[in-house]
């Protein structure tokens, strides 16, 4: 659990305002019983509804800026409504965190912290966590956590739709996390594909609990209800890979408007049917299915009572790794045919002979074989004894003539060859840190790209099959081997030299040529090409990475994780 400071519930109690409690209107109570709405108009907010006052300018900071003479900040990430948000820098433990930035007299800022005070008190590891909640010189800011190996959920999503096993995973986790956040009295407000994260374990996390709505001045009468709406339509997009409003939104391409809000099922086929009625329940909160006589469900409690109710839905099996066939070849189809599904039986020997036939063929053969064997016998004899008087000199120049022979594979001078360009490559969609490929080199080790940390290892697979770079050599060159500097040693890093067709090549490891490959528990490796190869791209290709603590410099967790200081290459010259 991560660490909390009680500043946030000093300024919350000083500030004579009550916990941001279900909304920032300070409503708890469900609604369930008021009239009800359209669709449209409970998806409506204060900022839609309401005339927005004039906001006092967010406070003019850069990059470099201390706050508390702790927090360091590093990058505005978000300006908008009058507050700032941060990636920063927490000097005195030395980690990542995030830092929401606005001036004092901002209207809001009362209530932003008591949002905050509210939600470093639930202290559940399920939420992103309030670290600190501070005002001072005229400024409030809310200090949280920062998880640099979680994603967000909207890239995943854009990618396409979940597997029906994370997508239960994902409804389930996040159903039970809001429902939990409501029975302590607080909401969220502001559900959404950027607000959910994943990390490399598959456990979800939520950001912004009460603070994202208190900042941009969200309410709602039916609290309970919009959460469960607004997780309806995250498993919607899940199941999917649409966004079930006719707007695009969160980088997803929304349903058509002739449409209507059509079921997961009906929008794409073999939609898991028990998940495509659930999502189906949490979105149309104003009667049930008209397809399904079930009853809405109104709050995340509900939900997740709903989910825990399905048939167990089971994980994929991990895919069994292919090997290529070399001594097997599939008989070419005929026209009009489909080519075949399985292997041609291989005819059967021809029966022995029987009888007197046999046996004399057999005596036959024996006595060939000793005639041979004989025959052979004397001739090598014959040989040994010529070749008795042949002199020292002429072994010594055959032997020669074998050395230069064994070494003849590469032609050429070693010399040290220029990177030009660099980029990191993800087949998957799921970069590692593509602003730090620039740093592994041409700058003598000084800085570093780093992979996220992973839970379990060595090997990635079958939760990644790799992390790699991309280099440039300019010009295509004879590579001969590469020299691989890393951060961590221990047991143990795999890595691979393979010639890329580019610096963002489509294709997959497995289809390009591999040089070269090693396995090493120190913090270098050294990989020799056997069959120098011509190529102007090189990628480097890691596929296991050792078990390393908590850094502290690169602030990094304890876990499965690498970071590469410096590569170079040697080439040979004709």
């Given at each position: 659990m991560a660490e909390r400071s009680t500043a946030a519930v000093d300024v919350a109690n000083e500030s004579g305002q009550a916990p941001l409690a279900a909304g920032a209107g300070g409503v708890t109570g469900d609604g369930a019983t008021a009239q009800s709405e359209t669709q449209d108009a409970e998806r409506k907010?204060?900022?839609?509804?309401?005339?927005?006052?004039?906001?006092?300018?967010?406070?003019?900071l850069h990059s470099g800026h201390r706050l508390a003479r702790r927090y360091r900040l590093e990058e505005c990430v978000t300006r908008v409504d009058g507050f700032s948000s941060w990636r920063a820098v927490d000097e005195k433990l030395r980690r990542a965190v995030g830092v929401h930035l606005l001036p004092a007299d901002h209207p809001r800022a009362r209530t932003v912290l008591s949002?905050?005070?509210?939600?470093?008190?639930?202290?559940?590891?399920?939420f992103v966590q309030v670290l600190d909640a501070v005002e001072e010189n005229e400024l409030v800011y809310v200090v949280h956590e920062w998880l640099p190996d979680a994603t967000e959920l909207g890239p995943l999503l854009a990618s396409g739709p979940l597997e029906p096993y994370e997508a239960y995973q994902l409804v389930s986790q996040v159903s039970q996390a809001m429902a939990a956040a409501h029975r302590e009295g607080l909401s969220h407000l502001r559900l959404n594909p950027g607000s959910v994260l994943r990390s490399e374990s598959g456990q979800y996390r939520i950001r912004g609990l009460a603070v994202d709505a208190a900042l941009r001045g969200i309410e709602s009468e039916r609290p309970k209800r919009t959460d469960t709406e607004a997780i309806g339509a995250l498993l919607y997009s899940a199941l999917t890979g649409r966004w079930p409003y006719p707007e695009d939104a969160h980088g997803l391409k929304g349903l058509p408007k002739d449409l209507g809000l059509a079921s997961p099922d009906q929008v794409r086929a073999g939609v898991h049917r028990g998940l495509s009625g659930l999502a189906m329940r949490a979105l149309?909160?104003?009667?049930?299915?008209?397809?399904?006589?079930?009853?809405?469900?109104?709050t995340p409690e509900e939900l997740a009572k709903a989910v825990a109710a399905l048939p167990r839905i089971r994980p994929p099996e991990p895919q069994a790794p292919t090997f290529p066939q070399t001594a097997y070849r599939q008989p070419p189809a005929r026209p009009g045919q489909p080519g075949p599904t399985r292997q041609v039986p291989v005819p059967p020997?021809?029966?022995?002979?029987?009888?007197?036939?046999?046996?004399?063929?057999?005596?036959?053969?024996?006595?060939?074989?000793?005639?041979?064997?004989?025959?052979?016998?004397?001739?090598?004899?014959?040989?040994?004894?010529?070749?008795?008087?042949?002199?020292?000199?002429?072994?010594?120049?055959?032997?020669?003539?074998?050395?230069?022979?064994?070494?003849?594979?590469?032609?050429g001078t070693p010399k040290p060859l220029a990177i030009q360009n660099a980029k990191e490559y993800a087949p998957d969609g799921s970069p590692q840190h593509p602003d730090q490929v620039n740093d592994t080199y041409g700058k003598g080790g000084s800085k570093y790209w780093i992979t996220k940390t992973f839970d379990e290892g060595p090997v990635l697979a079958p939760y990644k099959q790799g992390v790699g770079i991309v280099y440039d050599l300019g010009s295509a060159q004879k590579v001969s081997g590469g020299t691989i500097t890393f951060r961590y040693s221990g047991s143990y890093t795999a890595v691979s030299l393979y010639a890329a067709d580019s610096l963002?090549?489509?294709?997959?490891?497995?289809?390009?040529?591999?040089?070269?490959?090693?396995?090493?528990?120190?913090?270098?490796?050294?990989?020799?090409?056997k069959n120098p190869a011509s190529t102007r791209y090189v990628l480097v290709w890691i596929t296991a990475v050792p078990k390393s603590p908590e850094d502290p410099a690169t602030y990094s967790q304890a876990g499965y994780k690498q970071a590469i200081t410096n590569v170079s290459f040697t080439g040979l010259s004709s």
């Amino acid at each position: 659990m991560a660490e909390r400071s009680t500043a946030a519930v000093d300024v919350a109690n000083e500030s004579g305002q009550a916990p941001l409690a279900a909304g920032a209107g300070g409503v708890t109570g469900d609604g369930a019983t008021a009239q009800s709405e359209t669709q449209d108009a409970e998806r409506k907010t204060s900022e839609e509804t309401a005339p927005t006052p004039p906001h006092p300018e967010p406070p003019e900071l850069h990059s470099g800026h201390r706050l508390a003479r702790r927090y360091r900040l590093e990058e505005c990430v978000t300006r908008v409504d009058g507050f700032s948000s941060w990636r920063a820098v927490d000097e005195k433990l030395r980690r990542a965190v995030g830092v929401h930035l606005l001036p004092a007299d901002h209207p809001r800022a009362r209530t932003v912290l008591s949002a905050a005070r509210s939600a470093a008190l639930l202290g559940d590891p399920r939420f992103v966590q309030v670290l600190d909640a501070v005002e001072e010189n005229e400024l409030v800011y809310v200090v949280h956590e920062w998880l640099p190996d979680a994603t967000e959920l909207g890239p995943l999503l854009a990618s396409g739709p979940l597997e029906p096993y994370e997508a239960y995973q994902l409804v389930s986790q996040v159903s039970q996390a809001m429902a939990a956040a409501h029975r302590e009295g607080l909401s969220h407000l502001r559900l959404n594909p950027g607000s959910v994260l994943r990390s490399e374990s598959g456990q979800y996390r939520i950001r912004g609990l009460a603070v994202d709505a208190a900042l941009r001045g969200i309410e709602s009468e039916r609290p309970k209800r919009t959460d469960t709406e607004a997780i309806g339509a995250l498993l919607y997009s899940a199941l999917t890979g649409r966004w079930p409003y006719p707007e695009d939104a969160h980088g997803l391409k929304g349903l058509p408007k002739d449409l209507g809000l059509a079921s997961p099922d009906q929008v794409r086929a073999g939609v898991h049917r028990g998940l495509s009625g659930l999502a189906m329940r949490a979105l149309i909160n104003d009667g049930a299915h008209p397809s399904r006589h079930e009853q809405p469900l109104t709050t995340p409690e509900e939900l997740a009572k709903a989910v825990a109710a399905l048939p167990r839905i089971r994980p994929p099996e991990p895919q069994a790794p292919t090997f290529p066939q070399t001594a097997y070849r599939q008989p070419p189809a005929r026209p009009g045919q489909p080519g075949p599904t399985r292997q041609v039986p291989v005819p059967p020997p021809p029966p022995a002979l029987s009888g007197r036939a046999g046996k004399a063929f057999k005596w036959s053969v024996a006595a060939l074989l000793i005639a041979a064997l004989g025959l052979g016998s004397w001739q090598v004899a014959d040989t040994l004894m010529n070749q008795g008087g042949q002199s020292g000199s002429t072994q010594q120049q055959q032997q020669q003539q074998k050395g230069s022979t064994s070494t003849g594979t590469q032609h050429g001078t070693p010399k040290p060859l220029a990177i030009q360009n660099a980029k990191e490559y993800a087949p998957d969609g799921s970069p590692q840190h593509p602003d730090q490929v620039n740093d592994t080199y041409g700058k003598g080790g000084s800085k570093y790209w780093i992979t996220k940390t992973f839970d379990e290892g060595p090997v990635l697979a079958p939760y990644k099959q790799g992390v790699g770079i991309v280099y440039d050599l300019g010009s295509a060159q004879k590579v001969s081997g590469g020299t691989i500097t890393f951060r961590y040693s221990g047991s143990y890093t795999a890595v691979s030299l393979y010639a890329a067709d580019s610096l963002s090549p489509s294709t997959q490891p497995s289809g390009m040529h591999q040089l070269a490959s090693t396995q090493t528990d120190s913090s270098t490796a050294q990989l020799s090409v056997k069959n120098p190869a011509s190529t102007r791209y090189v990628l480097v290709w890691i596929t296991a990475v050792p078990k390393s603590p908590e850094d502290p410099a690169t602030y990094s967790q304890a876990g499965y994780k690498q970071a590469i200081t410096n590569v170079s290459f040697t080439g040979l010259s004709s």
